[in-house]
């Protein structure tokens, strides 16, 4: 088949790999119909994953059709359509029981992790298979292990470029405000206005927040901030965010603070990588968010951060949360989300091609060029 490889820092390219096969009882065979690019593979394209060998498929997000069931996969049958959750879990384990399936001690192999963590999150789609990674979804098919808990029917009214944010960025928007427990007539600031960011600030105003406000400094992606999700928008070029936001929220600074501002493919280094120049967002949060406020972290960065401020979350009471991830339970309810229009992602979109354009997508969105907030692409 045919599928979007790493061939080495900063390349790209279509290669002819082998199909995936069943291998485990609980698999299932996905023959992919629409996949996404994700902020979470750019220090991998940028060649700071060391753990990364040429040739392995990318793609962390994506949907498709059924074709090959393992005996034990109870929920699905050949020719359903389906999303798949990023997070690979087992459904059995004690963090899964526990409803933290981005936690599971089964779906990984990444005993890479250990060392730098103590734990090895869960394994995900199109990472490096070191690194506890499955071969991913730009690409015709894909094997999904855990089928029964990882995957889920698409309600028929909703389109494949709508359903394919529910793999990894509506979950992850969602928990955001969930972790952040935003409740009605909160003031909520989150900083990126990417796909997540974008996602976050839907979530926070279902939940019934007084205001939202989006900070980013590119003008195209706040347009959409403002124009679709009818939340506030701050473009650190023009205002003092700081000062704004504590104009906005009566003095007092808003209650929940979101870091969705991602990662950037910029600079050499390893993994995991030190970023001293990294974090400013979460400084800025931390240094926004009211006194006993909520700072949620939505992160795909994969090292450290320099300069982290401590004595800000003893001394202002704060609560830090944080996720990579959300897992699959989320999804049957945003699915039922879309279906119902309440729930609309295929403006992210911004740009639609077949997979054999791979290299010049993630160019693009590597450089957040032209407008660029996901590709998705069609194998
Ligand atoms: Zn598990």
Known sequence: ?????????????????????????????????????????????????????????LGREFLGDVVEVGPEVRRHRVADRVVVGAAVA??????????????????????????????????????????????????????????????????????????????????????????????????????????????????????????????DDRDDRLRMVTGHDGVEALNHRYVDVLAELRERSGGRGPDVCVDASGVTAAGPGRWPAVEPDGGAALREAVHACRKGGVVVVLDARPGFVDRFPLGAFADKGLAVRAARRRGGAAIPALLERMARDELVTEHLATHRMPLERGAEGYALFRDRADGCVRVVFTP
């Open 90 to 215: 087992c459904g059995a384990c004690w963090f899964c029981r526990q409803a933290m399936p981005a936690c599971c001690d089964n779906g990984t192999g990444g005993v890479a992790a250990e060392p730098q963590w103590g734990q090895p999150p869960a394994g995900g789609y199109g990472r490096p298979a070191r690194l506890g990674g499955f071969a991913g979804g730009h690409a015709e098919y894909v094997r999904v292990p855990y089928a029964d808990v990882g995957a889920f029917a698409v309600p028929e009214s909703v389109s494949d470029e709508r359903a394919v944010f529910a793999a990894g960025a509506a979950p992850a928007g969602w928990y955001g405000a969930e972790l952040g427990e935003v409740a009605p007539g909160d003031v909520v600031a989150v900083w990126g206005a990417g796909a997540v960011g974008q996602l976050t600030a839907d979530a926070a105003v279902a939940r019934g927040a007084d205001r939202v406000v989006v900070v």
């Open 1 to 57: 088949m045919r599928a979007l490889c790493w061939a080495g820092a900063g390349l790209v390219e279509v290669r002819r790999v082998p199909d995936p096969e069943l291998r485990n009882a609980q698999d299932m065979i996905v023959r992919v119909r629409r996949s996404t690019t994700c902020g979470a593979d750019l220090p991998l394209l940028a060649g700071r994953v060391p753990e990364a060998s040429a040739g392995e498929v």
